[in-house]
Antibody, heavy 118, light 110 residues
C-alpha cells in the first residue's frame, strides 16, 4: 500500500534552518510529482511547493520562495524540504503529498510538526 | 494568490444532503478544471474526495459529488452519515504553477 512518512520536524529557533524528509513506499516513486502542504495550528491548508517526477521542475508559493527548497532522491524514494530563515509564522504541520496529475493530491503523509519559537 | 472562499460551517441531519461552495475568480476556479476537494478529520491527514471538479477517486462513496459553475465550485454530500462530519477544503490550480486552497468548511452532522 502507498505510504508517505515525514520526519525531521521539531522545535527550532527563529532564523534557523531545518530539513524535512518524506520517505515513500508502495508505489513507483520516480514517476510521480510530489508536493509539500502545510497547516498552521487551527488553520487551513496551504500549498508550499511541488517537484516534478525527475526533479527537473520545481514550483513554489510566493510565501516561501527564496527561503524553502524542495528536492528529491529517486534512488532512495525520498522527498526533502529545506526550510531556511524560519519565522514564527512557519509553525505548522508539514505534509508531503503525491501528485498524480491535475493538481490534486491522492496520498498524504501523517505530517511533521515544525515549531518555530525562541 | 488569495485563498478561495468557503463558508466556515455547514450542517445537516443524517440522510439529508448538504452543499459546500468554493468561490474563486476567473484566474483559478473559473479558469481551470483542476478543482479538488479534501476531507480532514481532526488530527488526521487530508483525504482526496473529488478531483478535476467532479471525478471521484476509487473508494470514495458516490454520495460525494462535485460540480462547477463559473467561478464557484461545489461539493455535495448526499445521504449524510455521522462519519461525514469533518473539515472540507477545496483547492484550485491558479495558473503559473500555483495552487490555492479554500479556508475550509466545518461540516456538522446534527
Amino acid at each position: 500500500q502507498v505510504q508517505l512518512v515525514e520526519s525531521g520536524g521539531g522545535v527550532v529557533l527563529p532564523g534557523r534552518s531545518l530539513r524535512l524528509s518524506c520517505t515513500a513506499s508502495g508505489f513507483i516513486f520516480r514517476i510521480y510529482d510530489l508536493h509539500w502542504v502545510r497547516q498552521a495550528p487551527g488553520k487551513g491548508l496551504e500549498w508550499m511547493t511541488g517537484i516534478s517526477s525527475d526533479g527537473s521542475h520545481k514550483t513554489y508559493a510566493d510565501s516561501v520562495k527564496g527561503r524553502f527548497t524542495i528536492s528529491r532522491d529517486n534512488s532512495n524514494n525520498t522527498l526533502f524540504l529545506q526550510l531556511n530563515s524560519l519565522r514564527a509564522g512557519d509553525t505548522a504541520v508539514y505534509y508531503c503529498a503525491r501528485g498524480p496529475g491535475g493538481w490534486s493530491f491522492d496520498y498524504w503523509g501523517q505530517g511533521a510538526l515544525v515549531t518555530v519559537s525562541s | 494568490q488569495s485563498a478561495l472562499t468557503q463558508p466556515p460551517s455547514a450542517s445537516g441531519s443524517p440522510g439529508q444532503s448538504v452543499t459546500i461552495s468554493c468561490t474563486g475568480t476567473s484566474s483559478d476556479v473559473g479558469g481551470y478544471n483542476y478543482v479538488s476537494w479534501y476531507q480532514q478529520h481532526p488530527g488526521k491527514a487530508p483525504k482526496l474526495m473529488i478531483y478535476e471538479v467532479s471525478k471521484r477517486p476509487s473508494g470514495v462513496p458516490d454520495r460525494f459529488s462535485g460540480s462547477k459553475s463559473g467561478n464557484t465550485a461545489s461539493l455535495t454530500v448526499s445521504g449524510l452519515q455521522t462519519e461525514d462530519e469533518a473539515d472540507y477544503y477545496c483547492s484550485s490550480y491558479a495558473g503559473s504553477d500555483n495552487l490555492v486552497f479554500g479556508g475550509g468548511t466545518k461540516l456538522t452532522v446534527l
